[in-house]
């Protein structure tokens, strides 16, 4: 598969998931994640699409890092 062929296919899965995550928000599914791994993909090529995955990653890793955390005099 050539560059441009792998771009392109990465563009189309990309937005087909924005447009499924979006529609999903409405029907039961997963919208969110459908949503953000759209995004993931188009962040590849477009810096607006880059923009908006960096504070998402920022705070899923905040809370993944705060779910684990011992509570104090827990042990």
Do not use: C, H, N
Request: proline content about 5%.
């Amino acid at each position: 598969m050539t560059d441009r062929a792998q771009r392109l296919a990465k563009l189309i899965l990309g937005w087909l998931l924005v447009v499924a995550g979006v529609a999903a928000l409405a029907l039961p599914g997963p919208g969110l994640l459908m949503l953000f791994a759209g995004l993931v993909l188009l962040s590849q090529q477009y810096e607006w699409a880059r923009r908006r995955v960096e504070p998402v990653k920022r705070a899923a890793f905040r809370a993944a890092a705060e779910s684990v955390q011992s509570v104090p005099g827990s042990s």
